[in-house]
């Protein structure tokens, strides 16, 4: 079994800003809410600063898209149109 490392003295745990959306997220009260002052903003970020390195984002949609799904088998239908779509278009 392997141990997690101790942050450095000065350092944030890899896990504090999965700890501090997640802070932020439940204390949303609808969806809208956590779109606005979450997802959005993560988002945003994502895209400056892989845009600032050359990176391309691979989340779907116009600009971005992420798609929450009730079950296993919608995200699995979901992936599939994803993926049938980028193999059509590579045609």
């Known amino acids: 079994m392997t141990r997690r490392k101790t942050p450095k003295p000065g ?14 997220m439940e204390a949303c009260p609808d969806a809208e809410t ?3 002052q979450v997802i959005l903003p993560f988002v945003a970020a994502l895209e ?7 990176y391309l984002l691979n989340i779907y949609g116009e600009a971005s898209n992420i798609v929450f799904t009730g079950d296993e ?12 779509y980028l193999d059509s278009e590579a045609d």
């Open 34 to 36: 956590l779109n606005d």
């Open 11 to 24: 350092k944030a745990s890899p896990d504090a800003l999965m700890r501090d959306l997640a802070k932020r």
């Open 48 to 54: 400056s600063v892989c845009g600032a390195r050359g």
């Open 73 to 84: 088998a919608q995200a699995e239908e979901i992936y599939a149109l994803v993926e049938n």
